[in-house]
């Protein structure tokens, strides 16, 4: 498993980064997360991504971020919290960044998180560059 790249910033981030540099063309902000279940193999360990993902495997939610932070001059730490009665009981294992456009500037996918209904979970998503 250490083999296997489990988050990644997509080809479509990568592309407007490099046309923004070379073409001055605006990047789109990332406002939002989606959560699903569909990121792990029947033994629950996490699938590879490949970087050209625009869906997730089986989408449960898409949330507004909640809050960002820079911790490094180069990343970004994302914040989205799931409230007690969003997606309880749930096997959330697959998420994505998504930006003002709809599209998914980075993915991830990771073992099993299940809530229960009386909590709420915060997931911070580091953005690295």
Known sequence: MADQVLTLTTAY????????????????????????????????????????????KHELLVKDISSYEFIAPATIRYSCS??????????????????TAGKFTAVRTMTNKEKDADMEFIFEIDDIY
Do not use: C
């Not at 799931?82 to 930006?99: I, M, P, Q, Y």
């Open 13 to 56: 981030a990568r592309e407007q980064m490099a046309r923004a540099r070379a073409e001055g063309t605006a990047l789109t902000k990332v406002v939002k997360v989606a959560f699903g279940s569909g990121g792990v193999d029947q033994a629950g360990n996490p699938l590879p991504v490949g970087g050209t993902e625009q869906t997730l």
């Open 82 to 99: 799931l409230a007690e009665n969003e997606l309880a009981g749930a096997k959330n294992n697959e998420l994505a960044l998504v930006d």
